[in-house]
């Protein structure tokens, strides 16, 4: 009875272990180190283990880099430590191949021998039981429990306990993936739309500079326009001048001249056969003879030419 119900108890931690790690926080977040301290802690006081520490592959899965291990006899944190394959190449394919390593005695199991000078004896180590950890077909890391200077053999509720605390870190990693890859999309998007409106910024001031232009553009056809047809006119009212002027001249050229005949035309009418004179004349004198010899007088009267100085004239 003693033992059930021990199990029991051990069970109800486990499962409120559980569901601590699964609503912490750092899964959302993907904050693996928190969700790592958190783990081993938890883990170490509540089951009595003194050394718990979760590991992650590198990238090229050659190493395994611890994020942390909790201490229970001195209740403290520590990280850093690296285990490279070319140093563990059995005990790496071992992890690679094997859903958990659960070794009740590791100096005598053939899958952890590789660790017994370098890890296990150095930091007193009697039992170990590794969670592989892993995100679909992708290795990611472990979780390891460790018991220092005393036997242990592991339960499979306990090795059960060991995955699921593996799956919650698998978990909080993809969440970190998928945050990264939201932060990426944010940062693409901010600066697309921050590429969107300097374009509009450009194309708007582009677009105000063509308008300023265009407007600038039709101001001087405009004035174009008023200068042609300001030149267009001054040429008509030039060659209208130029009409007019010779239309002047030519008409003024005869009137000169009939003017300046007028006076001679006048009195070689007057003094003409028919002229009045002669009319007047014949009326008089009623002799052909005397008006001939009348109008040969005066004729020659009228043919002599008589000069004055200015002096004289005035």
Request: proline share 2%.
């Amino acid at each position: 009875m003693e033992s059930i119900e021990s199990q029991l108890q051990v069970a109800r931690i486990q499962q409120k272990v559980v569901a601590m790690v699964s609503s912490h926080p750092a899964i959302l977040s993907g904050d693996i180190k928190s969700l790592a301290q958190f783990i081993t802690k938890t883990v170490a006081q509540l089951l009595n283990i003194e050394r718990v520490g979760v590991w992650i592959f590198n990238d090229n899965k050659d190493e395994l880099i611890n994020i942390d291990i909790y201490f229970l006899s001195t209740q403290t944190h520590t990280e850093g430590a690296i285990l490279r394959e070319h140093e563990f190449r059995e005990e790496f394919h071992y992890l690679v191949t094997e859903k958990y390593v659960d070794a009740n005695d590791p100096y005598h199991d053939p899958r952890t021998k590789g660790f017994i000078e370098g890890y296990l004896k150095p930091n007193g180590i009697t039992s170990m039981l590794d969670g592989v950890i892993r995100m679909g077909e992708e290795l990611i890391g472990t979780l390891c429990f460790e018991h220092v200077g005393v036997k242990h053999t592991w339960e499979e509720d306990e090795i059960i306990f060991c995955s699921q605390l593996g799956d919650q870190i698998s978990l909080a990693i993809s969440n970190k993936k998928k945050n990264l890859v939201t932060e990426a999309l944010l940062a693409s998007e901010a600066k697309l739309k921050h590429l969107n409106e300097s374009l509009e910024s450009i194309v708007q001031e582009r677009t105000s500079n063509l308008e300023k232009s265009h407007e600038a553009l039709e101001v001087t056809i405009s004035d174009l326009k008023k200068a042609q047809a300001q030149l267009v006119l001054s040429e008509k009212m030039a060659s209208l001048g130029q009409l007019i002027s010779g239309i002047a001249h030519e008409i003024n050229n005869p009137i000169a001249a009939i003017q300046a005949s007028n006076q001679n035309l006048k009195q070689t009418l007057n003094f003409s056969a028919g002229g009045r004179f002669h009319i007047d004349l014949r009326l008089f004198l009623k002799n052909e003879e005397l008006i001939k010899l009348a109008s040969h007088f005066l004729m020659q009267v009228k043919a002599r030419r008589i000069s004055y100085t200015g002096r004289e004239r005035i």
